[in-house]
């Protein structure tokens, strides 16, 4: 089965760059979404198809998708950034939608 | 609005039933594809089933095909998800969430979830 792989954990300062990685075999072949969920709140829409972003997204958040990895870029990081991320894919070959382990952003 | 409102969830003991639904409202339902993903206490997303928008294609996580089964009621805006034969790993919130494809398409709009417990 495809696997997902993401850093447990990324901790940035406030105004710098995040970057969360999620690393998949030719996952560039493969529309990556990007989920961000805060704690007891339901998960969130933050990029899709690799670099779309929805409406209300803030113009921080971009993505990007190349060879094995696709990147989540969170620029001009905001204490309300902080939160859990999860990239996702759908494998054709299992017709399984696939998640990553998610990756606990902390903003120090 | 758009939203999407999950019920059904409770205490069931192992190998019990439970049937979820999820009710939607301010969107054409019949338009899009449907999905159910859980989460246990303190892990990450897992993605359960699929279903189409007219209900021609369904899958299912391996974890649980052949104990689940989702469908659909578009005359009724609504999903559903079955769940048989219950085991202690199947505890967690159970989210619905909406996609424009069948596949590829991103969960956009999620529901707040409704949590399952599976306990003697």
């Known amino acids: 089965s495809y696997v997902l792989t993401q850093p447990p954990s990324v901790s940035v300062a406030p105004g710098k760059t995040a970057r969360i990685t999620c690393g998949g075999n030719n996952i560039g072949s493969k529309s990556v979404h990007w989920y961000q969920q805060k704690p007891g709140q339901a998960p969130v829409l933050v990029i899709y198809?690799?670099?779309d972003r929805p409406s209300g997204i803030p113009e921080r958040f971009s993505g990007s998708n190349s060879g094995n990895t696709a990147t989540l870029t969170i620029s001009r990081v905001e204490a309300g950034d902080e939160a859990d991320y999860y990239c996702q894919v759908w494998d054709s070959s299992s017709d399984h939608a696939v998640f990553g382990g998610g990756t606990q952003l902390t903003v120090l | 609005e758009v939203q999407l409102v999950e019920s059904g969830g409770g205490l069931v003991k192992p190998g019990g039933s439970l049937r979820l639904s999820c009710a939607a409202s301010g969107f054409t339902f019949s338009s899009y594809s449907m999905n159910w993903v859980r989460q246990a206490p303190g892990k990450g997303l897992e993605w359960v089933s699929s279903?189409?928008?007219?209900?021609?294609?369904?899958y299912y996580a391996d974890s649980v095909k052949g104990r689940f089964t989702i469908s659909r009621d578009n005359a009724k805006n609504s999903l559903y998800l079955q769940m048989n034969s219950l085991r202690a790993e199947d505890t967690a919130v159970y989210y619905c969430a909406r996609s424009d494809l069948t596949g590829d398409g991103a969960f956009d709009i999620w529901g707040q979830g409704t949590m399952v417990t599976v306990s003697s």
């Open positions: 198809y690799d670099s």
């Open positions: 279903i189409s928008s007219s209900s021609s294609y369904i």
